[in-house]
């Protein structure tokens, strides 16, 4: 599922590894796969210098890339710089195999939520830092935020960016 809506008139086909420049107004895609929430960072002693240095842990960077990888197939623009946002998301996750058909029943229907790890903010945290600079120009524009966790057959993220 992916949508978009310019607020350009003419459309012109970017070369390969160019991104689109054009200003948009609302862009939804799909990410497939269980969402993952933004771990934290590693602080480990410099075995050579014995000063301390942080380091994101490599999960991390390739779901951020991964993120920013599907918002690129859908040929997302840019928002303007002063513009406010919103983001939603969708946090899909798949029930376990292991529970009841009437218990699976009751968490495809949505009566049951999933309360579980990944909380709900690292996830949004990961898909904004994610976003930040490609769909984007700051976080800062992000003056609503929305997620939601809910059981689907298939584990995958939807996320929505649209002008307020």
């Known amino acids: 599922m992916s949508e978009r809506v310019s607020s350009g008139g003419g459309r012109r086909t970017p070369a390969a590894g160019e991104r689109r420049s054009e200003l948009v107004e609302r862009i939804s895609f799909t990410v497939p796969g269980p969402?993952?929430?933004?771990?934290?960072?590693?602080?480990?002693?410099?075995?050579?210098?014995?000063?301390?240095m942080s380091y994101t842990p490599e999960s991390t960077v390739l779901y951020e890339n991964w993120i920013r990888t599907c918002y690129m197939q859908v040929d997302g623009g840019i928002f303007e710089r002063n513009e406010?946002?919103?983001?939603?998301?969708?946090a899909y996750f798949e029930?376990?195999?292991?529970?009841?058909?009437?218990?699976?029943?009751?968490?495809?229907?949505?009566?049951?939520r999933p309360l579980k790890k990944p909380d709900g903010d690292n996830i949004l945290k990961v898909v904004c830092d994610a976003l930040n600079g490609l769909a984007y120009r700051d976080d800062i524009q992000l003056a609503e935020k929305h997620i939601y966790k809910e059981y689907a057959e298939k584990a995958r993220l939807e996320?929505?960016?649209?002008?307020i």
Do not use: C, E, F, W
């Open 35 to 52: 969402p993952q929430g933004k771990a934290r960072a590693r602080t480990v002693r410099n075995k050579y210098t014995g000063k301390p």
């Open 84 to 90: 406010a946002l919103l983001i939603g998301v969708h």
């Open 95 to 112: 029930p376990p195999k292991s529970v009841s058909k009437t218990k699976r029943a009751d968490m495809l229907s949505g009566k049951l």
């Open 159 to 163: 996320i929505v960016l649209m002008k």
